[in-house]
């Protein structure tokens, strides 16, 4: 089963690399009305007050650029949509939500009768999912986890009372295995699975949490990157693993009639590696406005010289990274990574589709990112 998050990343990607190919024009106007619909789309969509001028290029973005831009997706006819299941990115969120797709989400499991938070109309954030539904109690334990008391809860599992026990309390409580928090509204946020969720142990972030779905979301929003496998709980600051987009650079790199030779030659290309450097300090200085995970910044990366696959054990077969594995099988470019290393040489038995096996090869580049001071949010 594809994940809806895979679906909603793969059409943003796709819309990038048409619109790189597109003449001048057509980039001038979409690169300036999708910064508008950054910037006032959302509010609209929430029912809040614009300016007139605001709103009138609104509406001409959303008969040049917005319009076809959701007739492309397939999503002309569509009055609200629900996403659920693996958190989305709030910026890949925000971007449906810019080109006036009523996109929101909602958390529930099939334990809890499907769902138990719901954003309401005008009250819809791009890193909450909502409030709890009329008849639902949701708490914290200590460890952050999300309990939910609900008439909709399951009974029992089927003649499997041991697996019963652990997830229901005497007193009613359902553990969701999810770890967050609810703000000062009332909306839940959610910040990872329970048994992924760290701290970052020593140096400048000493205790500061670390929430690697929520990073490597964030940098799987930019059409370059792929995938990506986040590394920090405790230690001293966070190192990532990172997968290009095979089509989406490699159309870049024919802009700028760059050679390549496959997906190891590209990979490691300088400008590749400076292009991924900069997707990786635009999501530190995203991290950086976030008090609760300023300190999950990347402090540095590498872009690995072959693609993440099921076949070779790295992924599951629904695409979900098999992070201790990678860390297992990569562990010289992890202990590299946070050795200091400038490079670290590597091979890679691979499985091909026909069933063969051969090996990959290369001399990876370990590069710093720059990190940011957390901006304190305003009292």
């Known amino acids: ?16 690399i048409r619109m790189e190919d597109a003449g001048a024009l057509k980039r001038k106007l979409y690169g300036y009305f999708m910064e508008h619909a950054k910037k006032v789309g959302p509010a609209l969509m929430d ?35 629900y996403t659920a299941g693996e958190a989305i ?51 914290l334990a200590p460890n952050g986890e999300i309990l939910v008391k609900s008439p909709g809860l ?34 839940l946020k959610i ?25 490597e979301n964030k940098l799987k929003f930019f059409p370059y990157i792929k995938e990506v496998v986040a590394y920090g709980d405790g230690r001293e600051r966070v190192c990532v693993f990172i997968n290009i987009d095979l089509e989406a650079v490699g159309n870049w790199a024919e802009r700028r ?4 030779a496959g997906y190891t030659d590209l990979a490691g290309k300088p400008e590749v590696l400076q292009l991924i450097k900069g997707c990786v300090e635009q999501v530190n200085a995203d991290l950086s ?50 050795g200091g290393k400038a490079e670290q040489f590597i091979e890679t038995q691979v499985k091909f589709e026909d069933g063969r096996t051969g090996k990959v090869s290369a001399t990876l580049k370990l590069l710093d990112a720059q990190t940011y001071s957390p901006v304190k949010a305003a009292a």
């Not at 089963?1 to 990038?16: H, S, W």
């Not at 399951?154 to 609810?182: C, M, P, Q």
């Open 1 to 16: 089963m594809i994940q809806a998050t895979t679906i909603l990343t793969c059409a943003v990607t796709n819309v990038t």
């Open 47 to 81: 029912g809040k007050s614009i300016g007139g001028i605001d709103r009138l290029l609104y509406a001409l973005g959303n008969l040049m650029v917005y319009g076809p831009l959701r007739n492309t997706l397939g999503f002309s006819r569509v009055r609200v949509a």
């Open 89 to 139: 990115g709030p910026d890949l969120f925000t971007f449906y939500r810019s080109i006036g797709i009523n996109l929101k989400q909602l958390y529930g499991s099939t334990e809890t009768a499907v769902f138990v938070c719901l954003q309401p109309d005008h009250e819809v954030r791009a890193d909450t999912v909502g409030v709890p539904i009329e008849g639902v109690e949701i708490k």
């Open 154 to 187: 399951l009974k029992e599992y089927y003649k499997n009372e041991k697996a019963t026990r652990e997830v229901l309390t005497d007193d009613g409580w359902y553990h969701t295995s999810d770890a967050g928090f609810i703000d000062a509204s009332g909306h």
């Open 191 to 215: 910040i990872d699975r329970v048994k992924d969720v760290g701290r970052i142990k020593g140096g400048a972030n000493d205790g500061a949490l670390f929430a690697p779905k929520y990073v």
């Open 257 to 260: 009639n760059l050679p390549y």
């Open 289 to 338: 406005r976030d008090e609760l995970l300023a300190g999950s910044q990347i402090a540095r990366f590498l872009v690995l010289h072959k693609e993440l696959d099921p076949d070779d054990g790295e992924l599951t077969r629904t695409n979900k990274v098999r992070r201790g594995f990678i860390g297992e099988k990569y562990a010289v470019l992890v202990d590299a990574l946070y």
